[in-house]
């Protein structure tokens, strides 16, 4: 076909050069311009060209990949762009986004679904506060909700497979265009982890900064207690829900800032096994487990090592990180009060204390600045009793 052309180029430019001293330059540029426009013309048609002159160049028909769309003449579709150029597209829509291309046809679901496009989003999004427990729990509700869509009646078995398009509608509505839901039917693992954790009907572990403080409990200033949490999308806040003597107590509105994952695998029930206890010296930074009695769990409790009373507290002639005995300050309540300090066995540490004090278990030494940072931003503004 190039060869075509360019021999019908050659030519005409041959004609026109005879023309011109047979007609005068008039005549040459008017010519020379409809033969502009012819080609111009013809490129803008090209596949229909093609088509029309039934070339060899051209074996396979030109298909779309769009259902139910008609084809209109000189446009292209978003699918005729190269799969490199789509997937860069893909990379820059936001989840909702996403929802709504995979909600157009069966070419666009199997690639907006994929993971490798909703892992970057759960990561930047979820990646600081989902943890290992969350992570089983979400197989545990995986293989839970399989197991009884076996088990249900055939009626209920139809009705789980617009579960996910219920999930997902609070995405959905945010878009233009898109109002029929029931186009996606299936989804990728971390799409269905990531709509589920958006919608707020997959509660997971995390722990809370300063529970019930806003409610007026501020005896749990600076503690960070185990709790089931899930997401409100339309305040931006979770609710939890906290085991407490056979009850669950549910708090509302707690802002990002207050969670976290899970910082071991301790259940809150169990102590945690220490294995910081030789390193810990004065002003070193840690969290201890404290419960008010053996029914109720531990939640973490913040504080530094301060120096024993046999030390004058100069770093110089310290010598508080040899002795059997470690001083835990909690500079949260005023000097004298009954919860300021604890002395702890360095080498025979279990849990201590008793029912009017309550019980010191486990002990982590913080080595994070960042998670120093956290626990200061969280320091009251005045001292508690």
């Not at 990531?194 to 919608?199: G, I, P, Q, V």
Request: glycine letters at 6%; charged letters at 25%.
């Amino acid at each position: 076909m190039l060869f075509f052309l360019v021999s019908c180029f050659s030519f005409i430019l041959l004609l026109s050069k005879s023309w011109k001293s047979t007609m005068g330059d008039i005549s040459n540029i008017w010519f020379c311009e409809d033969f502009l426009k012819f080609l111009a013309s013809w490129f803008r048609k090209g596949r229909n060209t093609i088509s029309y002159l039934n070339l060899p160049l051209m074996k396979k028909p030109v298909e779309s990949k769009l259902e139910n769309v008609e084809k209109k003449e000189d446009e292209i579709s978003l699918l005729d762009l190269p799969d490199l150029t789509l997937e860069c597209i893909f990379e820059r829509l936001p989840p909702n986004g996403l929802c709504s291309m995979a909600a157009v046809c069966s070419y666009l679901r199997e690639k907006c679904t994929s993971d490798h496009l909703w892992e970057k989003h759960m990561k930047e999004k979820w990646g600081a506060l989902i943890g290992s427990a969350a992570y089983r729990e979400w197989q545990c509700y995986i293989a839970s909700r399989n197991n009884d869509s076996l088990l249900e009646n055939p009626r209920k078995k139809r009705d789980l497979l617009g579960k996910f398009s219920e999930i997902r509608k609070f995405l959905w509505n945010r878009s233009k265009g898109n109002e029929d839901n029931s186009k996606v039917r299936s989804s990728s693992a971390i799409m269905d982890w990531y709509l589920s954790l958006e919608s707020g009907t997959f509660w997971f572990s995390a722990q809370v900064f300063n529970r019930e403080v806003q409610n007026g409990h501020v005896g749990f200033t600076l503690s960070c207690y185990d709790a089931e949490v899930s997401y409100d999308c339309n305040t931006n806040t979770f609710r939890a829900r906290y085991p407490s003597q056979g009850r669950r107590i549910v708090e509302e509105n707690i802002e990002w800032n207050r969670l976290r994952a899970p910082t071991v695998d301790t259940p809150p029930y169990v102590l945690h096994v220490s294995d910081c206890l030789s390193d810990l010296k004065p002003d070193d930074h840690f969290e201890i487990q404290w419960r008010k009695s053996k029914e109720f769990a531990y939640g973490w409790w913040y504080g530094v090592v301060g120096h024993l009373e046999s030390c004058n507290g100069n770093k110089l002639n310290c010598h508080c990180h040899s002795s059997d005995t470690v001083l835990l300050e909690f500079k949260q309540y005023t000097p004298g009060s009954r919860w300021r300090q604890i002395v702890i066995n360095r080498k025979e540490h279990r849990e201590v204390g008793n029912e009017a004090d309550g019980f010191y278990g486990g002990i982590r030494k913080l080595y994070s600045d960042k998670e120093i940072s956290l626990w200061k931003s969280l320091c009251p503004s005045s001292t508690l009793e």
